[in-house]
């Protein structure tokens, strides 16, 4: 191998390692396609000074009921790879993309030379169907085509390399399709975790509001409250997305509250209401020591707390309280406000927002919210009152 091979060979690993890299870090929040790792794939490893690219190159993938190739198309230009706007279909039975990958040749990957195959560049051209011919644009002399396997299925040609197609170009191609396959079944298999995660602590959230009077959707509107609080907050996106599903566990401590005293008409006499006032506690046992409760840890505990240091259990003041306790306890006390409870009816909207300004016999607002958290209420109010209309069904 050359010396310019050789530094074009680590250049090109190093780029490809540089994107594993990125893409690990990422993998558990970013919602990449498959093809979208690719294409980002093929401009770091393939795009750029010093690199050898191809004059084109097409990622397709095969549609699953009827088995045609769908791609995407990169021009090599000013040595970047520039994407096309147009998406190139090839149907089946075209003799090419499927067919050439998958079945007349068994291999993974393969660089092919006109020389090898016709007379004339001019014969060669009739092996390519016309949508592949007019994506290359100028005559196809060689290309490499490999093989993307994994939940996927698909192929990446790349055409017209300069001089010709070689065994070091197929190499890097194949390297690339087997990297960017991995993590794309990866990130698949870490969404199904994820999927099966919040589906859980939704069952767990559920099973807790069961045995009370207000069950169903009041969970899921705490949860969007809080996550229209933070979002406005400016918060980061991922602190809105934790706490979009972790407000919903804020109660989870009630499982260990007798049901006769959950669903006590009157009032609780001292004994009740000391254990009652032990659900955060509770709560923030169940949720355990796992980073992925954090917040809704932080959430079953502090959501009773007031500014003022006035709740429980721990009698927390101010910022002591954290943060996501604060926010949902804005969003419970919105909540039971605008629900029906064995001590109250159910408060409209405009009755609600009053409550928050003036306070009644339970809520003091300037006691018991965080003034920037009540600030920002008054300014989203109407999507309070948006999110309570489209989840009011129980
Ligand atoms: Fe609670
Ligand atoms: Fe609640």
């Not at 890299?21 to 929040?29: D, H, L, N, R, S």
């Not at 001089?163 to 993590?183: F, M, Q, R």
């Not at 009755?351 to 300037?366: I, L, Q, Y």
Request: charged letters at 25%.
């Amino acid at each position: 191998m050359s010396v310019e091979l050789c530094e074009m060979a680590l250049q090109q690993t190093q780029a490809l390692l540089r994107l594993t890299e990125t893409t690990m870090q990422e993998i558990c929040c970013r919602k990449f396609s498959g093809s979208e790792l690719y294409a980002e794939a093929l401009r770091r490893v393939l795009g750029g000074k010093g690199k050898r690219g191809a004059a084109c190159i097409l990622i397709s993938f095969q549609e699953r009921h009827n088995g045609v190739m769908r791609g995407r198309v990169f021009h090599l230009v000013a040595d970047q790879l520039v994407e096309g706007s147009e998406e190139v279909v090839i149907p089946t039975g075209s003799g090419y993309g499927a067919d050439l990958a998958f079945a007349e040749e068994q291999q993974e990957v393969m660089a092919v030379n006109w020389d090898e195959r016709s007379a004339s560049v001019e014969s060669y051209q009739n092996v390519f169907p016309s949508a592949v011919r007019s994506i290359v644009g100028g005559a196809i002399r060689n290309f490499v085509t490999c093989r993307i396997s994994g939940e996927q299925p698909g192929v990446i040609t790349a055409f017209n390399f300069l001089g010709s197609a070689t065994e070091y170009d197929a190499s890097v191609l194949h390297g690339l399709a087997v990297v960017i396959g991995s993590l794309v079944t990866l990130s698949g298999e870490m969404r199904e975790t994820e999927k099966a995660f919040i589906y859980t602590i939704e069952a767990l959230a559920r099973a807790c509001e069961a045995a009370e009077e207000h069950t169903g959707t009041h969970i899921l509107r705490v949860n969007r409250y809080a996550g229209a609080l933070a979002a406005n907050l400016g918060l980061p996106a991922h602190f809105v997305e934790s706490i979009s599903y972790s407000a919903q566990m804020h109660d989870v401590g009630k499982i260990k509250i007798p049901v006769t005293i959950l669903l006590k008409e009157g009032p609780l006499d001292a004994a009740e209401m000391e254990l009652m006032r032990m659900h955060p506690v509770f709560g923030e046992r169940i949720l355990g020591d796992s980073p992925r409760l954090e917040v809704a840890r932080e959430i079953a505990i502090a959501h009773h707390e007031n500014w003022d240091g006035s709740g429980y259990p721990y009698g927390l003041k101010g910022e002591q309280i954290p943060l996501a306790g604060r926010i949902v306890k804005i969003a419970d006390v919105y909540d039971a406000l605008r629900s029906t409870r064995s001590y109250k009816g159910a408060y409209s909207h405009a009755e609600t927002v009053r409550v928050f300004r003036d306070g009644d016999e339970r809520v003091r607002p300037a006691d018991h919210f965080d003034p920037t958290l009540l600030a920002t209420f008054f300014r989203i109010e109407h999507i309070f009152a948006g999110i309570y209309e489209s989840l009011k069904i129980d």
